[in-house]
């Protein structure tokens, strides 16, 4: 059998290479991690860019079968910020030195929805004379509305494929016209068209996947061709449907460790684009977060949202920093980051450079 440093080598990597290193465990896992840290350090540097995040709302149109803050789920408060606090906590960061933002919403489609998100990113970006980079997550738009968005200061949109087997799809979401698989992706390529760093992503550990989806998911995302990704473990939730399954999943510590190694991969596969160290892995192991920069990882988005709301944005169970005001996250993220021996990127956008090398030089 070849052995790993081999096939971490290779320049292009086969479904079976992917597979053989997520099966990876002992000395040759290690192994994967250490040339992950390697590729990262090499390519992108040992630095860690802030962006903070905005849960702007957890009111949402759709029911997918995995999220806490779905339609169904008659047991959370639902709240959207006043622009105020959202101008509030995009002050804060840039008072900080975080360089850039991330709105996160539920997902609506009313105008009143688009046009409160356009004149809040033309409010953000008054902010330090456009000094704040601006990063989307506020689900599938029509084409119409990405353009708005970009014109308005966005410049980078976060859409998860949550998984790239449109069977495993069908199974994770309603069957309906506002679940599917190929209109999730035709965004993508609208947010491409459009001008954003696109960052996609999966759910690790999810019930019906398998090591040859998550293999797959690896090609998908260098397919797509992304900039950016963020991905973490399933973390099931009691008032969603997948909780049936509940007996059937990996233990939280598999599929954190799943989680890992998918980061390690797709640092190696995919060399210079940002990768985020979600709060999900934080969700498992309370290191979780640096484990993940340390093979790979260079983005991290600490919650900006204020306190009141966070118990109502609860995609999962035992979400972290529920309770903790925003500074206290920055100064324990700092030390934390700190202790992985990468610097952070303050005041600085931090960029996909994959993104960046793409763009045609006039
Ligand atoms: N509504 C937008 C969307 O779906 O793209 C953005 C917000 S949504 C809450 C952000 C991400 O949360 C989803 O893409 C999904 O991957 C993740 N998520 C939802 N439920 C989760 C769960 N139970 N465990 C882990 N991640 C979850
Ligand atoms: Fe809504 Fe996003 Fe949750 Fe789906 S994952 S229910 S779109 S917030």
Not at 248 to 266: G, H, I, T, W
């Amino acid at each position: 059998m070849t052995d790993i440093r081999s096939i971490l080598n290779q320049q292009q990597f086969s479904h079976s290479d992917l597979v053989r290193l997520l099966y990876s465990e002992g000395d040759d896992q290690q192994q994967l991690f250490k040339f992950a840290a390697e590729v990262k350090k090499k390519e992108v540097g040992n630095k860690v860019y802030f962006r903070g995040l905005i849960e702007y709302s957890n009111i949402c149109s759709k029911d997918c079968f995995y999220c806490g803050v779905r339609l169904s789920n008659k047991n959370i408060q639902r709240y959207q910020l006043s622009d105020a606090e959202v101008l509030q906590a995009a002050q804060f960061a840039y008072d900080q030195g975080f360089a850039s933002l991330v709105i996160q919403s539920g997902e609506r489609y009313d105008k009143a929805f688009i046009k409160q998100i356009e004149n809040l990113i033309i409010e953000i970006k008054k902010i330090g004379n456009g000094s704040l980079g601006l990063t989307l997550s506020c689900g599938e738009q029509s084409k119409e509305t990405y353009k708005r968005w970009f014109n308005a200061g966005a410049h980078r949109y976060l859409l998860r494929i949550e998984t790239s087997n449109q069977e495993h799809y069908k199974k994770i979401h309603p069957q309906n016209s506002k679940h599917d698989y190929v209109k999730r992706i035709q965004s993508l390529n609208h947010l491409k068209e459009t001008g954003y760093q696109v960052g996609t992503g999966v759910m690790i550990g999810l019930p019906f996947q398998s090591i040859d989806d998550l293999a797959n998911d690896l090609l998908f995302f260098q397919k797509l061709d992304i900039d950016m990704a963020g991905m973490g473990p399933y973390i099931e939730h009691k008032q969603t449907p997948l909780y049936q399954y509940s007996n059937e999943l990996l233990s939280l510590k598999n599929r954190f460790l799943l989680s890992l190694k998918m980061v390690a991969l797709l640092r190696i596969l995919m060399k210079d684009i940002n990768i985020a160290a979600t709060t999900a892995m934080q969700a498992i192991d309370p290191e979780g977060r640096e484990k993940a920069i340390l093979v790979g990882a260079n983005v991290i988005m600490p919650n900006l949202t204020p306190v009141k709301y966070r118990e109502d944005y609860l995609l999962y169970e035992d979400k972290p920093c529920i309770d903790e005001e925003a500074d206290e996250c920055k100064n324990c993220l700092e030390a934390r980051i700190h202790r992985t021996g990468n610097a952070i990127g303050h005041k600085e956008w931090g960029d996909s450079l994959h993104f960046k090398r793409k763009k045609p030089s006039f």
